[in-house]
């Protein structure tokens, strides 16, 4: 699966880590503070290497 995530407060760059769909999920709900985290989001990390 491919992601591209397009963000002026995104590095550029590839980034050969291992993420799944809950990931991206689990980054959107922390950076709008939301704490509740749905489905599986809450067993895995976010993808937090990818800001400035």
């Known amino acids: ?3 591209a995530i ?11 880590r291992t993420h799944y769909p ?3 999920l689990r980054t959107l ?3 709008f503070g939301i704490s509740h985290h749905v ?3 809450a ?3 976010p993808i937090s290497e990818i800001w400035r």
């Open 29 to 31: 709900e922390d950076g």
């Open 6 to 16: 397009v963000s002026p407060l995104v590095s550029h760059g590839e980034y050969g």
């Open 39 to 41: 489905g599986h989001a």
């Open 43 to 45: 067993e895995v990390a």
């Open 22 to 24: 809950y990931s991206l």
């Open 1 to 3: 699966m491919v992601c």
